[in-house]
Structures are given as C-alpha cells and as structure tokens.
C-alpha cells in the first residue's frame, strides 16, 4: 500500500510540475504586460527599468525556476493590477466560487440520480431514451451557451432571478445550473450503468421473491450500493467544476477565482494567472489523487497493478 500511494504521490506532483511550465509559457505569450502598465507615451528607460524591476528581462528559463522555487514557499508574486500578494487575492475569491461549485454539484447530482434510476428501472422504454437524449443535450451544450440561454429567458423575458452578481440565494441559481449542467451527463450515465448492475444481483432477485415492495428495493438497497462509484467520484466533479468555472462566472460576472483569472488574462498579471490556474490544478489533481487511492484501498488488487 505504501508504494502504490508513493507512486500515486509522485504521479500528482509530476502533473503539478507540467502544469506550471505549461501555465507559466503560456501567460509569457501573452504579451508584455509593462506595455499594459505604462502609458504609451512612456520613455524607453523607464520601460526597460520596470521590466528589470517585475524580472521579465531574464531568460525564460530562469523566470521560470524563480517561480518556482518562490511558490514552493508559497510565494507566487505580487499582482500588477490589484497591487497586492496573488495568493492572498486567490484566496479571497475562492470561497466564491466554492460556493458557486457547490450548489452546481447538488443540482447536478439531485438531476442525475433520479434519472439515472429511473432509466435503468425503465430500461429500453421512453424514460431511458428520454434520459439518453437529455443526456447527449447535456454534453452537446457549452456552459457559456447553457447561461446565456438562462439570462435571456430567466432574467431578460421572465424577470425572475437576477442575471449578474452575486449576494443572495437568487443569484447562485442560474451560474450553478449553467456550470452543474455538463456533468449531468456523466453522473447519469455512471448511476445508469451501477443501477442495472446492482438490478441484475441475486439479493435484490431474491427480494422481489419474497415480496418485498419493487419502490424499497429501487430506492432503498439498489441505489444505496449502485450510488458508490459515484459518490467516490465527486471530488473529481467537485474539483473539475472549480476549474471549470471561469467562462461561467465572467457570464454572470461572479465574483470567483475564474472571473478573477480571466480580467488577470486581459491584464497580463502573470502572477495572479499563475497562482489562480496552477491553483485550480492542484486541487484537480489531488481530487484525482485521492479517488485513485479510494480505489486502492477498497480493491487490493488496483494498488498492486493487478
């Protein structure tokens, strides 16, 4: 068990290190972000004394190593826009979209369960087709589309919930539907598949033998055991949908860490990118990490590569 969590361990930390070259190339091709900070008509001096100053006239592979070694000890930078530690400015935006990842991953799961069950209960009737097809909408939809379909219906025709900001209940609603959307798919598929197996065992065959009533054996035991692959994967949704929600709160302006990157982007300030991405990676990887490890310990023969 030990060397199957070292290796699971070393796995992560190498991703973490790949994302962070890759993160760090791709903000450099961005642009120069002194243009962005100096008006146009500064001189030529002060230009190149700034860029000295923020250590972008270094070659790429040292501003590289520097990064690193500093967010290592948990120091990514200081923010050009916001003038102020990225990290701690991470931080402050995260519980919003937490928040935000939350509530879509309820809405996801509280759609997909009961249409998974009922499509493997009504397995190859209009239900399990019905399923298939919302399924396949799911998967077909971007969540930046799904949200501006809910503005302008929800917000702009209806006027029933507010279509920017946040603040209230209200204002959750239609982010976490347009961000939770996409993984219905997924979920429904997975407690599908785990319903009819658990369906076809001997215990809930011999159930019905001895007259136990079809909704207990549906919803009581089926679901209880058919419900285990995916509550072991919902740090991965969880996780996923921090990382994923950028496009969304810059739709519905949330003020989240996704918001935040993205205006970082437009700004060029490297190190609230930096932080914001490789920060939203990690936790990827260690949802991943740590669901890897779930499956080590309840099979033994996943942890000795069996």
Do not use: C
């Not at 243009?35 to 100053?53: G, N, Q, S, T, Y």
């Not at 900001?165 to 979920?187: R, S």
């Not at 929600?245 to 700004?267: D, H, K």
């Amino acid at each position: 068990m030990l060397g199957y969590f070292a290796r699971r361990l070393l796995q992560g930390f190498m991703s973490i290190v790949g994302a962070s070259i890759v993160i760090f190339t791709i903000t450099r091709l961005t642009g120069d972000p002194v243009v962005l900070m100096l008006p146009p008509e500064a001189p030529p001096d002060v230009i190149d004394a700034l860029r000295i100053k923020l250590g972008l006239d270094l070659p790429l592979w040292r501003q590289y190593l520097i990064f690193a070694g500093d967010a290592l000890q948990g120091d990514f930078g200081r923010s050009y826009r916001w003038e102020m530690p990225a990290l701690d400015l991470v931080l402050d935006r995260l519980p919003a979209t937490i928040l935000l990842s939350a509530v879509a991953l309820a809405f996801s799961m509280a759609v997909a369960i009961p249409f998974g069950v009922l499509s493997a209960v009504n397995r190859g009737g209009w239900v399990d087709r019905f399923g298939k097809v919302f399924a396949m909408a799911g998967q077909a939809m971007p969540n930046f589309w799904v949200g501006l379909l809910l503005i302008l219906i929800f917000a702009i025709h209806l006027d029933w919930l507010p279509a920017y900001g946040a603040g209230t209940p209200a204002h959750v609603v239609m982010p976490a539907i347009a961000l939770g959307w996409y993984p219905v798919a997924a979920q429904t598929r997975i407690v599908r598949s785990a319903m009819l197996d658990v369906l076809d065992s001997d215990y809930i065959r011999m159930g019905r033998s001895v007259g136990t009533p079809e909704f207990s054996l549906v919803w009581k035991y089926a679901l209880r055991n058919a419900a285990i692959p995916l509550i072991t994967m919902l740090g991965v949704y969880f996780a996923a949908m921090l990382g994923g929600s950028f496009v969304v709160e810059v739709v519905f302006a949330w003020p989240g860490l996704g918001r935040t990157v993205v205006e970082a982007l437009f700004a060029r300030d490297f190190p609230v990118v930096q932080a914001g991405v490789l920060f939203a990676a990690a936790m990827f990887v260690v949802a991943n990490l740590l669901v890897d490890l779930s499956y080590g310990i309840v099979d033994p023969r996943i942890r000795h590569g069996r």
